[in-house]
């Protein structure tokens, strides 16, 4: 298994602002995921994030709105960007363990964010 | 399409009593199967897996489900269940083949504990 961190673990900002969430494994892992979580709704792949190429969007979202960086195989962040109401959700980062097949993926805490 | 579904979006069960939690799936051939576990303010945990075999699979904290393949199920059981499983419970099937990453996860079960 895999030990992931996320930060912030929540987060209140205004309408129009951007956050920046970073996620930590403790370990070199290839495929990292990013989900988004809307109050009451169940996990919603956002993008797979995979070291030394961009990241590959799901559809209906857009980089232009969820940047991606994933500089090494440990960390990744996923930005939020011109927030609005609707973006208030739990955005969880995941990962596949190198040398596993990616559909056995590990989860971080979450991060949740609440736009006013 | 794949798709999974999760009928009951939420169960009250008395402490001690026993827990059976509903999952269907649609799907073209043999499925792998996973029920994930999220705490109220934690990410998802992985309580189970079904890849191939024995259709009774064994998790942590006590759970265990069965795939029945003539029902399209996998549904997870505990036989006592803990004021600590008050949970949500996701069922959610994962790509069989690792060229696709995308997990299809279930609507959810919202687990309440009774005293």
């Known amino acids: 298994s895999a030990v992931i961190s996320q930060k912030p673990s929540r987060d209140i900002c205004q309408r129009g602002t951007s956050l920046t969430i970073q996620c930590q494994v403790d370990?070199?892992?290839?495929?990292m995921f990013w989900y988004r979580q809307q109050p009451g709704q169940s996990l919603t792949l956002i993008a797979t994030a995979n070291q030394g190429s961009e990241a590959t969007y799901e559809s209906g979202f857009v980089i232009d709105k969820f940047p991606i960086s994933r500089p090494n195989l440990t960390f990744s962040t996923l930005t939020v960007s011109n927030m609005s109401p609707e973006d208030s959700s739990i955005y969880l980062c995941s990962v596949a363990l190198s040398g596993t097949a990616s559909y056995e993926q590990y989860f971080g805490p979450g991060t949740r964010l609440t736009v006013t | 399409a794949q798709s999974v579904t999760q009928p009951d979006i939420h169960i009250t069960v008395s402490e001690g009593a026993s827990l059976e939690l509903r999952c269907n799936y649609s799907y073209g051939a043999t499925p792998y199967l996973f029920w994930y576990v999220q705490s109220p303010g934690q990410g998802l945990q992985l309580l189970l897996k079904y890849f191939s075999g024995d259709t009774l699979v064994q998790g942590i904290k006590g759970f265990e489900a069965e795939f029945k393949r003539s029902q399209s199920s996998f549904n997870l059981r505990k036989p006592s269940v803990h004021w600590s499983d008050a949970a949500e419970y996701f069922c959610a099937v994962p790509p069989r083949y690792s060229s696709a990453s995308k997990i299809i996860f279930g609507s959810g079960t919202r687990l309440s504990i009774r005293p």
């Open positions: 370990s070199q892992v290839t495929m």
